[in-house]
């Protein structure tokens, strides 16, 4: 019952996402932004932690889902606006995901825990957090940096890149170091060796 329970879930996220108006290409095929990024998140979350339970997997399958539905652009372009916005978003995917488990047939403490998971709550100090966070970063750096670095001047990219590693667990970095970032590599070992 609990794979396809979790099977379920995953296809009402998928589903949610596949409505993405943003497309992103990959292998020349157009795919909705937050679907591809939520499968890349399972993905790596297998890979990284097999072990996981399920609230973890519906947390990374739901990282992003529906995030077009809040713009960046709606909120003031500094520090304090971009935070705001990063709080209403864990807020919205707690809310949506919250509704599929539900109607999936997942009980309420699962659903709790989902949205802790979702809004960040206890990063450092609760390893599943933790966990998530990992994920998310070597997500980042995997299939996002790459053109993220060419859009920003090195000294940016340096600062994100150390605000990134700051989040992640050493077993985070490992992962990290051991990924093919290729040209993109040199920016990480700059940030690293600054510190």
């Avoid at 372009?77 to 995901?97: I, P």
């Amino acid at each position: 019952m609990t794979d396809e329970r979790l099977d379920a879930a995953f296809a009402r996220i998928d589903e949610a996402n596949a409505q993405d108006p943003n497309l992103e290409r990959l292998d020349g095929q157009d795919f909705p932004k937050e679907l591809l990024y939520g499968r890349r998140m399972s993905a790596t979350l297998a890979m990284f932690a097999p072990e996981a339970d399920d609230a973890v997997k519906l947390a990374a399958r739901a990282q992003h889902v529906q995030r077009w539905k809040i713009p960046r652009s709606d909120f003031p372009m500094d520090r304090k606006g971009y935070l705001a916005w990063r709080q209403k978003l864990y807020g919205m995917h707690a809310e949506l995901a919250g509704e599929i488990l539900r109607e999936v047939g997942y009980d309420d403490a699962t659903i709790a825990r989902v949205g802790t998971l979702l809004r960040k709550k206890g990063l450092k100090t609760d390893p599943d957090v933790q966990l998530l966070e990992d994920v998310i970063c070597l997500v980042f750096l995997e299939h996002y940096f790459a053109e993220f670095s060419v859009k920003h001047d090195d000294d940016k990219v340096i600062d994100i890149l150390r605000k990134t590693w700051a989040k992640m667990s050493p077993r985070g970095h490992e992962a990290a170091l051991a990924l093919p970032l290729g040209e993109e590599r040199r920016l990480v070992e700059r940030a690293l060796a600054a510190d």
